[in-house]
């Protein structure tokens, strides 16, 4: 990108499977700075394993010192309050990362990619949401392919973010949608045409 200062934060969203990460890697080949928030997750988990199994008075570290994350789905994915206490302790820490991300990349377009997005303090850090969406049965196929999960398990997975929407950003952001059907060369050129029109804005580098 160019010498200018100006930065621009794009949330990037959608449900499972919808193809966010190939939206990010279109976005990535005009030098946007991709942040998978997801595996900033992950590694928060595998450095506090021990801290959150004292949060809840059990062991959650495997023998490798890494947190044991079947066990730990299981033990907070079925008690909402349990859920909410570990992400009282976990978003504030990636939110944490985030600022530090962004402090040191003044000048750039930085891509937020997370599932949970929308619950932590960072939407607040956003100019723009792409939120990503792809047919039911398509993102079902993706899902076999990428977490060799069963075809019951993925509908249910589903079926838990039926609610999960734009409305759950700020009304304040500007929302682009970008279909992710079939054919990757359709998505680069809808990519394409979304990140062109920030330019003629004027609103990115």
């Known amino acids: 990108m160019g010498g200018n200062t100006l930065i621009m934060v794009i949330g990037l969203a959608g449900k499972s499977c919808a193809g966010k990460n190939a939206v990010g890697a279109a976005l990535e080949a005009y030098g946007a700075l991709h942040v998978d928030l997801d595996r900033l997750n992950h590694t928060i988990l595998n450095q ?35 859920l909410r ?3 009282d302790y976990v978003y504030p820490r990636i939110e944490e990362e985030v ?26 850090k956003m100019d723009r949401l792409v939120w990503v969406h792809s047919p039911y049965l398509l993102r079902i196929i993706r899902a076999m392919s990428r977490d060799k999960r069963s075809i019951p398990n993925i509908i249910k997975r589903f079926r838990n973010q039926r609610e999960f929407s ?33 330019i003629i804005k004027g609103e990115t580098l």
Not at 184 to 194: P, Q, S, T
Request: proline share 2%; aromatic share 10%; glycine share 6%.
């Open 99 to 124: 600022e530090v991300i962004i402090s040191q990349n003044s000048g750039d377009l930085i891509l937020l990619n997370g599932a949970a997005l929308h619950k932590s303090r960072l939407v607040h």
């Open 85 to 87: 206490r570990l992400e």
């Open 166 to 198: 734009t409305q759950q950003f700020s009304s304040h952001v500007d929302i682009y949608k970008v279909y992710n059907g079939v054919f990757i060369e359709f998505l680069h050129r809808r990519v394409k045409k979304m990140y062109l029109s920030w």
């Open 48 to 82: 506090h394993c021990r801290e959150i199994g004292e949060l809840f008075s059990v062991n959650l570290c495997d023998d490798k010192g890494h947190m044991n994350r079947p066990a730990l789905s299981e033990l907070v994915f079925s008690d909402p309050e349990k």
